[in-house]
């Protein structure tokens, strides 16, 4: 059975920037989904939203655009703009579990809202030709919410259904249900994909052993934690390539060089790379330590100088 990895969206991380960056270096991952669109209300589509599916900043990866939505008027417009740049295929965010998401009706949130989803993709399908996959994680009070939800998506010809095995209510904190997920797998006709903690090639084999079927498997927060994730895979081995710090630190200072063109002020430009070092500490040997370091960097010259020091340690 040949797998195909997938780049889960995260919002501030995985914009166009990174996934070039990443697949610059690394590569690994089959297809990226890029992080979601929300028009809170406005039919106005955001310039950071454009710039990161426009096909000249994407032009040399396989990108499915993402939105965030609980409306069926918002669903058609996002779609409408999404083809007009030659996209044929929407993903939307079931899944996000943030307080001012769920708060709103919309990510996790809109699993329990089973009528709300079927009015939804009864429209987009009869009112619109783009093809609909879905992110979702399995409830966001318990894990059986999403069991109202699949009679509904039988309806459609839904793509695939990439399930993050927590509820929304978990966050990313505790471990993923893989009972659950078992139960969703037994529970529906739809394709599916595997969603959640896969941050090691050892883990990714257990899961690979515990869901024989599943043939999809989407990395988030640990393809950013550890870049070299997806390629190892992909390679089947244990091992790291021999020069890992120094493809690490071409990848970083791409990356880095990118944000200080893009974000005005070196405070900005510190602020984001410290987000990526909390993932990419976990990785060293000192996660701790590792991350002091570019946290006491104050300015952009002393953070040059801390992560060079820490390539070399």
Not at 11 to 35: C, E, L, V, W
Not at 65 to 83: C, G, H, R, S, W
Not at 179 to 191: A, G, W
Not at 203 to 227: C, N, T
Request: net charge neutral.
């Amino acid at each position: 059975m040949i797998h195909t990895l997938l780049s889960s969206p995260l919002q501030g991380f995985t914009d166009f920037r990174f996934r070039n960056a990443f697949h610059k270096y690394f590569g690994g991952i089959d297809t990226f989904y890029s992080p979601y669109i929300r028009l809170n209300g406005k039919f106005v589509i955001r310039p950071a939203y454009e710039r990161d599916i426009l096909i000249k900043n994407n032009n040399t990866l396989a990108v499915i655009p993402q939105i965030m939505t609980n409306d069926a008027e918002e669903f058609l417009f996002v779609a409408k703009y999404v083809q007009q740049f030659g996209y044929k295929e929407l993903n939307w965010n079931l899944g996000c579990p943030y307080p001012m998401v769920i708060n709103r009706g919309m990510g996790s949130g809109l699993i329990c809202q089973p009528e709300k989803i079927d009015h939804i993709l009864d429209r987009v399908h009869s009112e619109s030709d783009i093809t609909v996959s879905m992110k979702m994680r399995m409830g966001y009070e318990n894990p059986t919410e999403i069991h109202s939800v699949f009679p509904i998506l039988e309806k459609y010809p839904i793509k695939n259904i990439a399930i993050h095995a927590r509820i929304g209510k978990q966050l990313y904190k505790g471990g993923v249900d893989l009972e659950s997920f078992q139960r969703c797998v037994d529970n529906t006709n739809h394709k599916l994909y595997y969603n959640g903690d896969i941050t090691t090639v050892s883990k990714y084999r257990e899961m690979v052993e515990r869901f024989p079927s599943i043939d999809h498997w989407m990395i988030g927060r640990g393809l950013i934690a550890d870049p070299f994730l997806p390629s190892m895979i992909k390679a089947n081995t244990l091992e790291y390539p021999e020069n890992r710090m120094e493809v690490f630190g071409k990848f970083h200072d791409t990356l880095f060089h990118e944000y200080e063109q893009s974000l005005s002020g070196a405070k900005h430009v510190l602020l984001k790379m410290l987000g990526y070092w909390e993932y990419f500490s976990t990785t060293f040997d000192n996660p701790q330590k590792t991350l002091k370091k570019i946290k006491k960097s104050k300015s952009i010259d002393a953070y040059e100088d801390a992560v060079r020091s820490i390539l070399e340690e």
